[in-house]
């Protein structure tokens, strides 16, 4: 069973920063691609930041100059770094990952969610 555990969400006022944390555990191969996505209420889920296992990184653009994306591959967690935080970044923040466990298949895991809320 492979499982992905989110975790630093919280409430921080606009213009303050967030550090957010994705660990991957359970029969895991190899990790491919790695992202984080957010959904606000009322809202559809939408794509953040992906990083490779090359560590290339991709960002959507209302976040690119505030959010960094990283990973540690020795140790499979991954980040996202949120600075310069404003109020339309509240959401619940998702990670996924593609990951081959050890008996060959490969699969795209999801984690529960953190919430993140920026007040003004």
């Known amino acids: 069973q492979v499982q992905l555990v989110e975790s630093g969400g919280g409430l921080v006022q606009a213009g303050g920063s967030l550090r957010l944390s994705c660990a991957a555990s359970?029969?895991?191969?190899?990790?491919?691609?790695m992202g984080w996505y957010r959904q606000a209420p009322g809202k559809q889920r939408e794509l953040v930041a992906t990083?490779?296992?090359?560590?290339?990184?991709n960002y959507a653009d209302f976040v690119k100059g505030r959010f960094t994306i990283s990973r540690d591959n020795a140790k499979n967690p991954m980040y996202l770094q949120m600075n310069s935080l404003k109020p339309e970044d509240t959401a619940v923040y998702f990670c996924n990952a593609d990951i081959k466990s050890s008996n060959g298949n490969s699969y795209r895991y999801w984690g529960q969610g953190t919430q993140v809320t920026v007040s003004s």
């Open positions: 359970g029969r895991i191969f190899s990790i491919n691609t």
């Open positions: 990083i490779t296992s090359g560590g290339s990184a």
